[in-house]
């Protein structure tokens, strides 16, 4: 099995949204990789993720499903869709820049949606990316 890129994944996934102008200007630095106790809004958590092996016969890979979750209280649901349109335009189909020994194969956004948070004021948006990753030099 491919040595888990999980931790590759989430540097690059962070260095990618901290380097992303348009997010920053909705965000600023409220960006983590945990919901922050008291922290400001709105934010960005990446969230859960979950990986899978995508072995062949000539090659070793992963799949990674990762969350993003997206925290606003502005009234209506503006805030939340300007931020998930901004992490697809940094995230869709752009292939993150992985640490050695691995590369990123394919990056999409697989889908988003909108909640609201059980505090009635918060409104939560998710958005699940999956990416595909494989060793720089396969078997």
């Known amino acids: 099995m491919t040595p888990d890129a999980s931790l590759a994944v989430q540097t690059a ?4 949204l901290a380097g992303h102008a348009p997010l920053g200007l909705l ?6 990789d945990r919901r922050p106790e008291g922290g400001g809004f709105p934010h960005v ?10 072995d062949s ?19 209506g649901r503006a805030e939340v869709k300007r931020i998930l349109s901004a992490l697809t335009e940094a ?27 059980d505090d009635g004021v918060t409104a939560h948006g998710v958005m699940r990316l999956r ?9």
Not at 61 to 69: A, F, K, P, S
Request: charged share 25%.
């Open 13 to 16: 996934l962070f260095a990618r």
């Open 45 to 54: 958590v990446i969230g859960e993720d979950a990986v899978t092996a995508d």
């Open 57 to 75: 016969a000539t090659r070793g890979g992963q799949r990674h499903e990762v969350t993003l979750h997206v925290w606003s209280r502005y009234r």
């Open 131 to 139: 990416i595909a990753t494989e060793p720089v030099d396969p078997y």
């Open 27 to 32: 965000i600023g630095d409220r960006l983590h």
């Open 91 to 117: 995230l869709h189909r752009q292939p993150l820049t992985l640490a050695a020994p691995y590369r990123c194969v394919t990056s999409r956004v697989a889908f988003t949606t909108i909640l609201d948070d």
